[in-house]
């Protein structure tokens, strides 16, 4: 079992950056695929970006593909999500995800049902 809590959260103008860390305990974060995900309102959960264990090899979601960057502190058991040029419709839950099951694609960790644990979540709100 792994636990997982969000931080970084909060309300930034359109244009803006804000950082999003994940925080995990329990188990060697190194052996965990770690990912993010967000959730806006009437919508249903979607992949933002994934980093294998290492560290080395990321996927993006086509919609934050360079404004986004996800990155991992193993020695911290921290992933964070870096997110520039922030647009109204970037306005979500923010989601971490962690799973150990499989080899690192993205064909694989694109999709919500292949992590088995899961954050809390952190609200980051776009204005306009």
């Known amino acids: 079992q792994v636990q997982l809590v969000e931080s970084g959260g909060g309300l930034v103008q359109a244009g803006g950056s804000q950082r999003l860390s994940c925080t995990a305990s329990?188990?060697?974060?190194?052996?965990?695929?770690m990912g993010w995900f967000r959730q806006a309102p009437g919508k249903e959960r979607e992949f933002v970006a994934a980093?294998?264990?290492?560290?080395?090899?990321?996927y993006y979601a086509d919609s934050v593909k360079g404004r986004f960057t996800i990155s991992r502190d193993n020695a911290k058991s921290t992933v964070y999500l870096q997110m520039n040029s922030l647009k109204p419709e970037d306005t979500a839950v923010y989601y971490c995800a962690a799973d150990q099951k499989s080899a690192f694609t993205g064909s694989t960790y694109g999709y919500a049902s292949a992590y088995e644990y899961w954050g809390q979540g952190t609200q980051v709100t776009v204005s306009s």
């Open positions: 980093i294998s264990r290492s560290g080395v090899n990321t």
């Open positions: 329990g188990r060697t974060f190194g052996n965990y695929v």
